[in-house]
């Protein structure tokens, strides 16, 4: 049984909704958002909430109602409120910076590593250390901040290279000299 795609999605008093043609489409302050929706899931929409509704209640049925409620809570939230992820760049001489559409990572390598910056993701860094990742698309910003973090996983014996600000490491004890 869906939990959670039984529990309806609140519309802020600041995003406007449409749904024509299996296409839902989100505007807010921040931007616009829009998303096909999938034929075994329809959405109805009152004043103040979004409620997703299902054809039969098959397990595949169910687990459509939940995805798809979580992505219009996403869209919704996003042109609303935006999301923002922070990453860590850890070791000496380990550092980023932004040029134009593009960040610029020394991680240690021969050479330094340009990532193009795709649309709807804004990045800034403060210290060299610290990349911040802010979008309205939850899924975008997400993809873009693990391939970021794929340029330099961090590594267990020193704690060097990209993380999420909120992930822990787990450090391995190095080489020991035994006789």
């Known amino acids: 049984m869906s939990r959670v795609g039984k529990k309806p999605v609140p519309i802020p008093g600041k995003a406007s909704v449409t749904y024509k043609d299996r296409v ?5 302050e921040k931007g616009t958002l829009s998303r096909t929706i999938h034929p075994k899931v329809d959405l109805d929409i ?4 979004i409620c997703v509704k299902i054809e039969s209640e098959n397990r ?27 990453l860590e760049i850890n070791g000496i001489g380990y550092r980023a910076e932004v040029s134009g559409k593009q960040v610029i990572f020394n991680l240690g390598y021969s050479h330094p590593i340009n990532f193009d910056i ?3 993701i804004s990045v800034s860094i403060d210290k060299s250390n610290a990349v911040k990742l802010s979008g309205i698309d939850k899924e975008l910003l997400g993809h873009t901040a ?7 996983p961090p590594e267990p014996y020193k704690g060097k290279g990209i993380k999420y600000a909120e992930e822990y490491v787990q450090r391995k004890a190095g080489k020991t000299g035994t006789k």
């Open 24 to 28: 839902f489409s989100v505007k807010g």
């Open 46 to 49: 009152d004043d103040a909430k």
């Open 60 to 86: 595949v049925d169910r687990a459509f109602q939940g995805m798809t409620r979580s992505l219009i809570n996403n869209m919704v939230i996003g042109v609303s409120n935006g999301f923002e992820r922070v």
């Open 118 to 120: 795709p649309e709807g």
């Open 146 to 152: 693990a391939a970021i973090r794929r340029l330099r």
